[in-house]
């Protein structure tokens, strides 16, 4: 069973920061794409950053330039660096990996798997 094991959270000033740690475990072929994910109270769940087995990374417009996402494949764990936090970003913050659990050539498809959250609050 694949499990995302998250880290990092807590409760930090406006103008702090904070690091995420996800990391991936169990059974699988390959990790593609990893990333996190955020809903605050009252709004739907958003993509806050991703990024590709490649390396290429993708920002919400509202965190673009103070969060940096990066990945460690060889263990198969993906960053958040949350700088200059806002009230605005206090939410539960969920990891995403998308896996190939079984190789494509002998039928294994591509799944998203969740981490459990972590709460992020950010105090004014």
């Known amino acids: 069973q694949v499990q995302l094991v998250e880290s990092g959270g807590g409760l930090v000033q406006a103008g702090g920061s904070l690091r995420l740690s996800c990391a991936a475990s169990g059974t699988m072929f390959r990790i593609n794409a990893m990333g996190w994910y955020r809903q605050a109270p009252g709004k739907q769940r958003e993509l806050v950053a991703s990024v590709t087995s490649g390396g290429r990374t993708n920002y919400a417009e509202s965190v673009e330039g103070r969060f940096l996402i990066s990945r460690d494949n060889a263990k198969n764990t993906v960053y958040l660096q949350m700088n200059s936090l806002k009230p605005e970003d206090t939410a539960v913050y969920y990891c995403?990996?998308?896996?190939?659990?079984?190789?494509?050539?002998?039928?294994?498809?591509?799944?998203?798997?969740w981490g459990q959250g972590t709460q992020v609050t950010v105090s004014s």
């Open positions: 995403n990996a998308d896996i190939n659990k079984r190789p494509p050539s002998v039928g294994g498809g591509r799944y998203d798997y």
